[in-house]
């Protein structure tokens, strides 16, 4: 069964302290992960996607990862702006729905 | 680039009423368009998929009859609420994928649906 699972649920950060957040995935035969930024009150905005294990995107202060069981994204010196709700997604075998994990709660304190 | 659009933002309406909510890709053709359901502190539920010109497909579970959802262009995607009671109130949320150039779906800010 295609499954997402995203750890931790909830972090805090103080401001400047970088940290990872983690996706494992389960699917068969991965077309691609994908990476959001959820606001309070918004719909998701895209951050990256990744197509195979050893693949890096860059953005800004975050960082993502590919390797073939999970992904990492790393956020560098973190600001209180990046306080958010990080989502990771992937389609489900034979579609383009994607499957979500319940995301990362990130709250970045001055 | 890609950037999607919903309207209204928020609505009230009262139970019984049917309530119109309208996605649109603005700077590229939507081939799919995905209509999501969140509830507070939850990720994003499926409900439903359609292609230009094509019947929606819903998830199990998702009334068809009552989330009706039209994709008559290529950027353009409606969903209605119809006959409209205290439990649909939600977070609607769209996104739009041209599968063709790519898998990535782009979300629509959300519209906010209260009941009363």
């Known amino acids: 069964e295609d499954q997402v699972t995203q750890s931790p649920e909830a972090l805090r950060l103080q401001e400047g302290e970088s940290s990872s957040l983690n996706c494992s995935y389960t699917v068969s035969g991965l077309r691609g992960l994908f990476w959001y930024r959820q606001d309070p009150g918004k719909g998701p905005e895209f951050l990256f996607t990744?197509?195979?294990a050893g693949e890096e995107k860059e953005k800004e202060r975050l960082k993502a990862t590919l390797t073939k069981k999970e992904s990492f994204l790393h956020i560098t010196a973190p600001k209180p702006e990046d306080s958010a709700t990080y989502l990771c997604a992937i389609p489900t075998s034979g579609t383009y729905k994607y499957i979500f994990g319940t995301g990362t709660r990130l709250k970045v304190l001055a | 680039g890609a950037v999607v659009s919903q309207h209204p933002s928020w609505v009230i309406c009262k139970s019984g009423t049917s309530v119109k909510i309208e996605c649109r890709s603005l700077d590229f053709q939507a081939t799919t368009m995905f209509w999501y359901r969140q509830f507070p502190k939850q990720s994003l539920m499926l409900m439903a998929t359609s292609n230009e010109g094509s019947k929606a497909t819903y998830e199990q579970g998702v009334e068809k009859d009552k989330f009706l959802i039209n994709h008559a262009s290529l950027t353009l995607s409606t969903l209605t609420v119809t006959s409209a009671h205290p439990e649909d109130s939600s977070f609607y949320i769209c996104s739009a994928s041209s599968l063709v150039v790519a898998r990535e779906q782009y979300f629509g800010p959300g519209t906010r649906l209260t009941v009363t």
């Open positions: 990744l197509y195979s």
